[in-house]
């Protein structure tokens, strides 16, 4: 008999009984013209305060964990969107790598021993001041230079997150501590990530639902796992080339556009509406901001679920120079943008990352 269905039914019961945590999904297309398009959705159970940023390069940073923590200078200027205005969750680089950080309830980071300990707010701003390609990434990380160390959220929630990086080339990697192990998953195959379960089981329930079919029935709840399936369909189903009659009926548009608008369709597609609350489902929260990281274009896209538009920021019109200073686009208190806001930024003093004491 195929035991595979049995499989998949235990890590999807599994799946739905993990702690209470925020959901997220993303997702990576690259079309024919070699554009390389990162989406991804920010769930989260209440309004979390976060800004955009535009950090240049030359900046001095610490791991925010105390005297021991790395310490490093900026080498590439970014774009980054925070959360609680207290940690780096999502951006982009000057030179394409995109970053994001999703929730993972089975996070276990382990002790920190006598490597630096470096606070989880950190760790995605690091990889984007630091790193070009996902390659160089990987090669630097799978060392393990420092552990990572999770404080409390100020909502209470433990901040367990993994990490997905993607370049201009469309190689992706995702990094998992599970058991106090550092697990990474390297290649351009790896287009898809949620939350929970850990990501191997997730690969293992997603093969299920490849077997049946997106075509003659997916799963349709909010939970990770389901996501996953709708996500890993969408994206591998939307077009790679120009469609002619999406270019007729909007002049001017290109493959790339093209691209942004399938990957922020798969991305709206598994987005859980706004002010939905599934009862015995805290796990589950409502969608309240989603992002699409073009690598080779170098802009980032913007589309909150409060307001009806959505904006962009295209790096090229940014100053990365020493120096120049941080800059902040504020979003808070009720802020509304509609089309290309590089020269809406304005200098700002960097907002301070969450602290952790190392264990």
């Known amino acids: 008999m195929n035991k595979l269905p049995l499989v998949v039914a235990s890590l999807a019961v599994f799946a739905g009984c993990v702690s209470p945590s925020p959901a997220c999904t993303r997702a990576v297309l690259k079309t024919d013209d070699g554009t390389v398009l990162t989406g991804r959705s920010m769930d989260w159970m209440q309004d979390i305060g976060n ?9 001095k940073r610490d791991g925010a964990a105390g005297p021991k923590s790395p310490k490093w200078e900026s080498k590439y200027g970014s774009v980054i969107t925070t959360i609680y205005e207290m940690a780096t969750v999502d951006g982009i680089n000057e ?12 996070s276990d980071y382990g002790t920190v021993g006598d490597k630096p300990p470096m606070c989880i707010s950190m760790w995605g701003q690091y990889v984007l001041d630091n790193f070009a390609t996902v390659a160089e990434a990987v090669g630097a990380l799978e060392k393990e230079p420092f552990r990572l160390v999770a404080p409390v959220l100020p909502n209470g929630s433990p901040a ?14 995702i990094f998992e501590y599970i058991g ?17 379960p850990e990501y191997s089981q997730q690969l293992a329930i997603n093969r299920y639902w490849e077997s049946v079919g997106g075509t003659a029935f997916l799963p349709g709840t909010s939970r990770a796992s389901d996501r996953f399936a709708r996500a890993w369909f969408g994206i591998n189903a939307v077009p790679r080339a120009v469609d002619p009659d999406y ?14 608008a399938s990957v922020m369709s798969v991305i709206r597609s598994v987005s859980v509406p706004l002010g939905i609350s599934t009862p015995g489902q ?3 929260a409502s969608t309240i901001w ?13 589309d909150s679920a409060t307001v009806p538009n959505t904006f962009w920021v295209e790096l090229g019109k940014l100053d990365f120079k020493p120096g120049s200073g941080a800059k902040r686009l504020q979003l808070t208190g009720g802020k509304v943008y509609s089309g290309e806001t590089s020269k809406l930024f304005e200098p700002a003093e960097a907002f301070k990352p969450l602290t952790a004491a190392a264990k």
């Not at 800004?51 to 900046?59: A, I």
């Not at 367990?160 to 990697?173: K, V």
């Open 51 to 59: 800004n955009l940023w535009v950090f240049p390069r030359g900046m």
């Open 282 to 284: 805290p796990n589950i």
């Open 247 to 260: 270019i007729k009926a909007v002049p001017g548009q290109s493959l790339a556009l093209q691209g942004v």
């Open 95 to 106: 030179k394409g790598l995109a970053m994001n950080i999703l929730y993972l309830a089975e």
């Open 180 to 196: 106090g192990k550092l697990v990474i998953h390297h290649g351009s195959q790896y287009v898809v990530m949620t939350n929970s």
């Open 160 to 173: 367990h997150g993994h990490l997905s990086i993607t370049d201009p080339s469309g190689d992706s990697a």
């Open 290 to 302: 989603r992002t699409v990281s073009d690598s080779k274009s170098l802009v980032y896209y913007y």
